[in-house]
């Protein structure tokens, strides 16, 4: 863990929006698959965006389909997580997930990822 950082977290009000930026703190990864977890207090770590170390696959959960979006950088390394029309149920520490696994093309299980942010804060006020 903390191979990767996490930036862009904060306090927004409902229907607002944030972005959020993953990139590696160690050059060890070569055009991942990555991801988007989060976890409220008192819950499990819950999948809410990956996209696939090719091109083209995105993957999104049903709770977050249509208001965020997961993107890459033209190096492949850095991803980045549009979140709009936030809700108060989105509140919950942000973390971005890495894995250089080719069996699939992209993962929505925490336990397929080998390298892990420390994670970042967003909070939305009702």
């Known amino acids: 863990q903390g191979q990767l950082v996490e930036s862009g977290g904060g306090m927004v009000q409902a229907g607002g929006s944030l972005r959020l930026s993953c990139a590696p703190s160690v050059r060890t990864l070569s055009r991942p698959a990555m991801g988007w977890f989060r976890q409220a207090p008192g819950k499990e770590r819950e999948f809410v965006a990956a996209?696939?170390?090719?091109?083209?696959?995105?993957y999104y959960a049903d709770s977050v389909k249509g208001r965020f979006t997961i993107s890459r950088d033209n190096a492949g390394i850095t991803i980045y997580l549009q979140m709009n029309s936030l809700k108060p149920e989105d509140t919950a520490v942000y973390y971005c997930?890495?894995?250089?696994?080719?069996?699939?093309?992209?993962?929505?299980?925490?336990?397929?990822?080998?390298?892990w942010g420390q994670g970042t804060q967003v909070t939305v006020s009702s």
């Open positions: 997930a890495a894995t250089n696994s080719r069996i699939k093309f992209y993962y929505t299980k925490a336990h397929e990822y080998d390298y």
């Open positions: 996209i696939s170390w090719s091109a083209g696959s995105e």
